[in-house]
């Protein structure tokens, strides 16, 4: 007979990912449960690496632009656009109005698209299987818009530094203009799908509380950060493109739950519907490329035109740095639908960069998750990854 | 009730006289027994193909439509995929337990059929203790997930197999519990004298006056068959497929083939219950004469297909529950409503 002390209990090891449905891509997750409460949650990422950092390195500015829509492949314009604005600012190109009304737009119909891959794949991993297909329905009509558009559905790389690659016709924005008449009725249905449903409150109220301080200092940024309770919105604080021309809201939670950051991302919709509408109704005539922009042709050896710019937006301070009088630092921050990507590049003086560094949302809210799922369960864990929003291609770089 | 002559349904439709000889009663009872799994197969197959057609039309889109007209040929074209598939056995000590696993849920399952009267005169075996029996054998398809989970050696197949058992055993007891009501009103454990105790009512189905104890039993079928939202288990966002993660091949449809027949024998339990069997509430048949003369199975097929339809109803419309909720849905919300059921019934009956 043994004796009760001499009964010992050890933590199973579950090893999730990198192949697992629900880890969006190849994220591994060593989760040490207690029955089935997570005691200790390691994310090990690197799955994807390519190596784009470095890559881009060897390339100029302008060729450089295929690898970053390969970061956050969900939304591909809203990277080519945060990279686009952190070389304009820092070789100091000038875009035309119309080119920037236009990136705006795009840029929030990949917010959409990209919200809409993150509700579909959220709701599938809680359970609710309808919501995936219903809102994928819509994302092909986007996806067919961009096609119309620029000829590609996913990997776009439409921006160009100084503007955009092509003009857009009148059948596309006529097109964007009747998605944007009926998508709030779209919204309400997904809504319905879900929102009123007792299960779904169950696993997802009070589930993943962080508060706004912490929030903050974990690093966490874009409708993650905003369902914490933190106003905290680049197109607001610093905004880039046409984004102090336009109105819009920036939704925000209170709870600090998983279910308010989905009411975040949920009003995000109907906000970044609004921002397209008014896109399509302001959009000014004129060029959409600065014809003077380095083009495909930019030489990799020194540039005439590399200097420091006079910053327009407060963060984007250019730093002259002490190694030499061309070198020049940069950092330029702008809202991918994730949350805040960054652009940190030095530059020599050449067409390529020195040294390139990317801060990505996916990589900071991942290193988050230890944080979000230990002592929960691990049909939480699902609705956690849910929940933080990440592309592993974005993290991985 | 006479225990020797079970099969009277049977000699009825084949004309074979009580008294044959003990190798033609032994012919007869392998000819109705083929017959029954035969159609039962038949319907798993095609129900799996009405469950996606169910689900891809509640999902905007159209379900299979490939393998011959609107994808009829699809459950036969899945079946045959299915059987000529690498069968593959994890490297594990347990090779006899995983190969045996798979045999136990569809034995289980299959066992239930053998109780279950189709029409009046067309079932298996007609036996004093039906629902005891169904509950019985039900429980047993908890062992072959237990063992499927155990000798498959994945983490993931544990865990599944660890929440089936804790869910089967928790909503065992509030199915038991749902049907004492029905146990109490009709008098009777035999389905066959369920049915007609219902047709002595006015109303037919006992639904009406079991609300609470067909809520609970719905709810605790749901749980049994590990259909969604309970589908923990196999809960395929969290543990890939659980249970079964590691089987492939005909093997891995059996479980799937196990799943199946649970919910037809569900769905048939429910319908002989609660809804009347094969019968029509006397209110209507007394009004259009006409219905009398369609057969029973005709009904029967109706009403289990409806209730097979509301399973995968629920499937496209919720999401899953957390292992703790169900727990605690089964415990303290479904167990106390059955109790509550029995106390009601019994001191209406006692009044009464």
Known sequence: MQSEKEITTKYLTLNMGPQHPATHGVLRLVLDLDGETVVKCTPHIGYLHRGMEKWSESRTYPTAMPLMNRLDYVAAVANEIGYCVAVERLLGVEVPERAKYIRTMTAEMVRICSHIIWLAAHAIDIGAMTVFLYSMRDRETLLDLFEMLCGARLLHIYPRIGGVRCDVSQEFLDGVYKFTDKFPKLIEEYETLIDQNRIWFQRTKGIGVIGAEEAINLGLTGPTLRGSGVAYDIRKVSPYDAYDKVEFDVPVGKNCDVYDRYRCRMDEFRQSNRIIRQCVEKLPDG???????????????????AAPVPAPEADAVPVMSPAGPAFTEIYSATEVPKGELGYYIVSDGTGKPYRMRIRTPSFMHI??????????????????????????????? | MDNYAIYDGLYAILGIP????????????????????????????????????????????????????????????????????????????????????????????????????????FYIA??????????????????????????????????????????????????????????????????????????????????????????????????????????????????????????SGMRFSLFFLGEYIAMIVMSSMSVLCFWGGWTLPPVITNAIPQLNMVPGIVWFVLKVYGHIFVFYWVRATLPRYRYDYLMRLGWKVLIPLALANIVITSIVKYLA
């Open chain 2, 18 to 121: 009580r008294d044959c000889s003990l190798l033609l009663q032994f012919i007869a009872i392998m000819i109705n027994i083929v017959l029954v799994i035969a159609v039962v197969m038949l319907h798993v197959a095609y129900a799996t193909y009405f469950e996606r057609k169910v689900i891809g039309h509640m999902q905007v889109r159209l379900g299979p439509m490939r393998v011959g007209w609107h994808g009829l040929l699809q459950p036969i074209a899945d079946g045959l995929k299915l059987f000529f598939k690498e069968d593959i056995v994890p490297a594990t000590d347990f090779k006899a337990v995983f190969k045996l696993a798979p045999i136990f849920v569809v034995f289980a399952a299959l066992s239930s059929l053998a109780v279950i009267p189709f029409f009046s005169t």
């Open chain 2, 126 to 247: 007609n036996i004093n203790i039906g629902i005891l029996y169904i509950l019985a054998i039900s429980a047993v398809s908890t062992y072959g997930i237990i063992m499927a989970g155990w000798a498959s050696n994945s983490k993931y197949a544990f865990l599944g197999s660890l929440r089936s058992a804790a869910q089967l055993i928790s909503y065992e007891v509030a199915m038991g519990l749902s049907l004492v009501g029905i146990m109490i009103m009709a008098g009777s454990l035999n389905l066959k004298e369920i049915v007609s105790a219902q047709q002595q009512q006015w109303y037919g189905m006992y639904l009406f006056p079991q609300f609470l104890g067909f809520f609970v039993f719905t709810v605790a079928a749901f749980a049994e068959t590990n259909r969604v939202p309970f589908d923990l288990p196999e809960a395929e966002t969290e543990l890939v497929a659980g249970y079964f993660a590691e089987y």
């Open chain 1, 287 to 305: 060029l959409v490329l600065n014809p003077d922009a380095p083009g495909l042709d930019m030489l990799p050896g020194p540039i005439k035109k």
């Open chain 1, 367 to 397: 290193s988050a998750l230890p944080r979000f799922c230990e002592g929960n369960l691990v049909a939480d864990v699902i609705a956690l990854i849910g929940t933080i929003d990440i592309v592993l291609g974005e993290c991985d770089r």
